[in-house]
Nanobody, 122 residues
Framework: QVQLVESGGGLVQPGGSLRLSCATS????????MGWYRQAPGKQRELVAE???????NYADSVKGRFTISRDNAKNTAYLQMNSLKPEDTAVYYC????????????????WGQGTQVTVSS
């Protein structure tokens, strides 16, 4: 079955950078959209950045100018480059995708990764 696995999280000082990766596995017919969400303790999950089904990008106001989402279509992998990190960026970051899997190619299914911890602290 289709799975999403995030990597690249860790501990970084304020002002530092991290690059997150979201690798897909399993047989995929089509990826309609991919994005990154995050959830801090005591807060609701929020959208950070995404590629829409139309191919446009969308960023949360809090990360504009600092984060950049990218993708490698050949590898079915998405990335999130995070620069000028702030303590308030501390959260578990989740990859999300809307995928038509080979097992059910006519139906779009929502998939979530297990998350990767990003901690910004001095």
């Amino acid at each position: 079955q289709v799975q999403l696995v995030e990597s690249g999280g860790g501990l970084v000082q304020p002002g530092g950078s991290l690059r997150l990766s979201c690798a897909t596995s399993g047989r995929i017919f089509r990826i309609n959209a991919m994005g990154w969400y995050r959830q801090a303790p005591g807060k609701q999950r929020e959208l950070v950045a995404e590629f829409t089904s139309a191919g446009t990008t969308n960023y949360a106001d809090s990360v504009k100018g600092r984060f950049t989402i990218s993708r490698d279509n050949a590898k079915n992998t998405a990335y999130l480059q995070m620069n000028s990190l702030k303590p308030e960026d501390t959260a578990v970051y989740y990859c999300h995708a809307r995928i038509r899997p080979m097992s059910v190619p006519l139906s779009e299914t929502s998939y979530w990764g297990q998350g990767t911890q990003v901690t910004v602290s001095s």
